[in-house]
T-cell receptor, first 112, second 114 residues
Framework: DVKVTQSSRYLVKRTGEKVFLECVQD?????MFWYRQDPGLGLRLIYF???????EKGDIPEGYSVSREKKERFSLILESASTNQTSMYLC???????????FGNGTRLTVT | AQSVTQPDIHITVSEGASLELRCNYS??????LFWYVQSPGQGLQLLLK??????LVQGIKGFEAEFKRSQSSFNLRKPSVHWSDAAEYFC????????????FGAGTRLFVKA
């Protein structure tokens, strides 16, 4: 079974802090994704990566950046956390275009 | 740009009754369509997917969905709902491009009453 592991289940950070959310997958998947999930808005794509060091913006990239130095690891970075970035963050991976997404359990981030 | 609309924010169904969750998509080419389920406190799990071929697809847990190109719809159905089906359901559309971007709808929360 594919395992997508997000390093933290819960995080509390202060406004202005730099925040790193880590995601690791163990199935050698090419594609990795970061979504945020908010009530009534569903999942919104922040960034995705289709190869090492390759990244593309999703629908809501503002205030975020990503890093993919190794195939198995995809990091989401909040350069200066703000309260409107309080949310559930979901990482996912997929093998290719006709494969489903495999999700981690999520990181609930609270910015105070 | 592709988009997904799930018109119902929440639905309540009696146990044993049939279920239909609506999904409409906007996409220029032939879409790749998915339904995912998220049970309380759980991650998202794939229920079923449509890429091509038979427009009626079967999934896990007794769910099925029908792709109707003329209506740009991909509605999820189940003939008899169980209490354990209470969850949030997400329709998603994917495009074949670098990285295969997948866009999700806002979700429909299903409540099941005894």
């Amino acid at each position: 079974d594919v395992k997508v592991t997000q390093s933290s289940r819960y995080l509390v950070k202060r406004t202005g802090e730099k925040v790193f959310l880590e995601c690791v997958q163990d199935m050698d998947h090419e594609n990795m994704f970061w979504y945020r999930q908010d009530p009534g808005l569903g999942l919104r794509l922040i960034y995705f990566s289709y190869d090492v060091k390759m990244k593309e913006k999703g629908d809501i990239p503002e205030g975020y950046s990503v890093s993919r130095e190794k195939k198995e690891r995809f990091s989401l970075i909040l350069e200066s956390a703000s309260t409107n970035q309080t949310s559930m963050y979901l990482c996912a991976s997929s093998r290719d275009y006709n494969s489903p997404l495999h999700f981690g359990n999520g990181t609930r981030l609270t910015v105070t | 740009a592709q988009s997904v609309t799930q018109p119902d924010i929440h639905i309540t169904v009696s146990e044993g009754a049939s279920l239909e969750l609506r999904c409409n998509y906007s996409y220029g080419a032939t879409p790749y369509l998915f339904w995912y389920v998220q049970s309380p406190g759980q991650g998202l799990q794939l229920l079923l997917k449509y890429f091509s071929g038979d427009t009626l697809v079967q999934g896990i847990k007794g769910f099925e969905a029908e792709f109707k190109r003329s209506q740009s719809s991909f509605n999820l159905r189940k003939p008899s709902v169980h209490w354990s089906d209470a969850a949030e359901y997400f329709c998603a559309v994917g495009e074949r491009r670098r990285g295969f971007k997948t866009i999700f709808g806002a979700g429909t929360r299903l409540f099941v009453k005894a």
